[in-house]
């Protein structure tokens, strides 16, 4: 009957993280020998710059998700231009339509290291190795602008992200927050993985 079940109603998902505690975080250190894997897009798909020709299509891609929150054109200035490192900007479009964006960013609080940001891939270009692509992009950026690694921050529930996170070579961070390593060992059990 569990089997059944799952199979009808899908996987369960971590609990969601309790009222006022911090996302999960992850790092990922660059190797100074390694470089950071290239980023293989499928036929159709580009990479273009995310120069202020494309901000208020940007913004609104971002916005139109509804996964970060309202994002005017005040709220994109302010949470990511304010931060993003010069030619951080990474947006995946196809037939001109932006579908895809993360972006290489700069905040205080996680030096030395550079922040991978907005991450988002639309509903209807998922399943294509986008948000992978887009993350493989900012992660170049970074370590050309000398950074040694970059951090980034996401929800326990966001498990295929979670997945591709490790995929590149992310690590948790257990030490983030108190409650880290019990949600982390949460999510690694969803995703068959161990904690090293």
């Known amino acids: 009957m569990r089997r059944i079940l799952r199979t009808l109603l899908g996987r369960p ?3 969601p993280a309790a009222a006022g505690s911090t996302q999960l975080r992850m790092l ?3 190797d100074g020998a390694t ?3 290239s980023a293989l897009l499928p036929p159709g798909y580009r990479i273009v710059a995310g120069d202020r020709s494309r901000h208020d299509e940007w913004a609104a891609l971002l916005d139109s998700s509804g996964e970060f929150g309202s994002i ?3 709220t ?3 949470e990511l231009l304010s931060i993003m490192l010069p030619g951080g900007g990474v947006l995946i479009e196809l037939d001109g ?3 895809a964006c993360a972006a290489a960013c700069f905040a205080k609080r996680f030096a030395p290291y550079a922040l991978l940001n907005y ?3 639309q509903n209807d270009a998922r399943g294509h190795g986008l948000g992978r692509a887009a993350s493989l992009e900012a992660m170049q950026r970074a370590r050309a602008a000398g950074y040694p690694g970059i951090v980034l921050q996401t929800d326990d529930a966001r498990l295929g992200a979670l997945g591709m996170y490790l995929a590149l070579g992310f690590e948790p961070v257990l030490d983030a927050a108190p409650d880290a390593p019990a949600r982390w060992g949460a ?7 161990r904690l090293p």
């Open 35 to 37: 470089p950071v894997e």
């Open 13 to 15: 998902q971590p609990a």
């Open 119 to 121: 991450v988002l891939v």
């Open 187 to 193: 999510v690694m059990a969803h995703l068959g993985n």
């Open 76 to 78: 994109f200035q302010r």
């Open 28 to 30: 990922a250190r660059f």
């Open 97 to 99: 339509r932006l579908v």
């Open 72 to 74: 005017d054109r005040k």
